[in-house]
């Protein structure tokens, strides 16, 4: 299944410029990854927010949308390499113990 960006911006009826601020991506298992400006941020910054990865306005480097979905995507793929290091090490140490 090939999974796409939404735009899930907010807008009010009185909105005159329908600028996206909100972009958000759902993988296998309900894996949310939202991209998204920040109200009380940086204006020009993109932030990163992962509920299912505790991760919550993770501030992304890049300025320009597609770059910063591209990073967050790389810092959530990173993410799951560095949760899954940690798990194998977990079962090989209490296997040890056994």
Not at 31 to 44: M, N
């Amino acid at each position: 299944m090939k999974h796409k960006w939404q735009d899930m911006t907010s807008y009010s009826r009185d909105d005159k410029d329908r600028i996206p601020r909100t972009f958000s991506i759902e993988g296998d298992h309900h894996l949310l990854v939202v991209v998204t400006r920040w109200i009380y941020g940086d204006p020009e910054s993109w932030y990163l927010t992962c509920v299912r990865l505790g991760i919550d306005r993770h501030l992304m480097s890049n300025k320009k949308i597609d770059g910063a979905k591209h990073e967050a995507l790389i810092y959530v793929a990173r993410l799951f390499k560095v949760l899954a290091l940690a798990a194998q090490e977990m079962k090989d140490n209490a296997n040890e113990g056994s």
